[in-house]
Structures are given as C-alpha cells and as structure tokens.
C-alpha cells in the first residue's frame, strides 16, 4: 500500500489536476462545508471505479500519455478502472483549501480523487501539494534521510536498514561500462 498526505483547492480545476496546469473551470465553493466534505469522503473508500488523469505515465501505443498531451495531440481518456483505498481522512478544513490523509493500492491517482471530489461537492477542486508518505514498508518519517545527514557513512547506515526490510536477496544486474569488455553490477 502507499500513503499520501495531499492539499486540495476548491473551486479551481487545471487540465493536470494539479497547481502544475492551466485553469480550466471555476466555480463557487463558499457552500461546501467540513460535513459535506466528510461524508463525500466515504463514497470514495473500499474498492471504486476510477478514471486516471490525461497527465499520467499510462502509455497509449508505446508512449506516455502526458507526453503525448504535452505535444497537444488529442488524448481520450481511458476508461474507469478498479482501484482500492484502505482510508482516507480530513485532516484539516480551511476554504478553499483541505488537506486528506489517504491509504490506497497501486494504481491509484490522488489527483482524480481530488478532482472527483469536487465534482461530487457541485464544484470543482485540484491537488495544491501532494506527499507520498509510505511505500510498501518505508516511511516518509522513519526511511527518509534528512539533508544535515547526507554523508557516506549515514547513507551507508540508511540503507543497510532499508534493505533489511526487502524480502529475499536483491538481484544483480549487469551495465553497460564506456570500455568494452568491463561490466559493473548494481543492486536492484
């Protein structure tokens, strides 16, 4: 599973679902209320449909899909998918923004979340700030190496401890070198 903390803005929509687009729509938000916005909340947990964003690495004949967008080729979007979503939270109410605390499977777009939740508020909303907090075992909080911390031997420390939470032996991998003949192997 993967944890996300991310801030939305009501009543704004862009092309990308996030503060990187254009502006496509607003609308009025001032109706919404903290009530509104939890009991919305529950209509996206468990197992939902969902559409992913234009902008995403989904590929159409071999290429990104926000690759192709970027170059202004028409993309359809695909169609609704499964995805899960363990929990999700309000953690914090302050028009137009919120914040959400959010648990969910691979495969899973918090932007559309956002983006469907503004909808389904009779308003429109995009992702400000977005934090992934957990992957599989590793944490934001436990596994990220502060900066004041990146020297050889902290990073040599952090990893023995990230690496001891995988399971099984890495693989090794054989690169390419500059000189013919001489192969290095890192850890996958």
Request: include cysteine; hydrophobic fraction near 30%; charged fraction near 30%.
């Amino acid at each position: 599973s993967q944890k996300y903390t991310a801030i939305g803005v009501l009543g704004k929509a862009t092309d990308t679902l996030d503060a990187t687009g254009k502006v496509t729509e607003e609308k009025p938000y001032d109706q919404v209320t903290k009530g509104d916005l939890e009991n919305v909340l529950q209509k996206f947990t468990g197992d939902i449909m969902q559409v992913p964003p234009l902008y995403s690495a989904l590929k159409k004949d071999g290429e990104r899909l926000s690759t192709l967008m970027k170059r202004g080729e028409a993309v359809e979007a695909k169609p609704a998918r499964p995805v899960r979503v363990y929990s999700l939270s309000l953690q914090q109410f302050q028009p137009p923004l919120f914040t959400l605390d959010v648990e969910c499977g691979g495969g899973f777009y918090v932007r559309s979340l956002v983006n469907d939740i503004g909808k389904e508020l009779c308003t429109c909303a995009t992702v400000q700030e977005l934090t992934r907090t957990k992957q599989g075992p590793f944490t934001l909080e436990e596994h990220a190496l502060h900066e004041d911390k990146w020297t050889i031997d902290e990073i040599a420390r952090s990893l023995e401890r990230c690496t001891s939470l995988l399971p099984g032996e890495p693989s090794r991998k054989k690169l390419k070198t500059e000189h013919p003949g001489e192969t290095a192997a890192i850890c996958e």
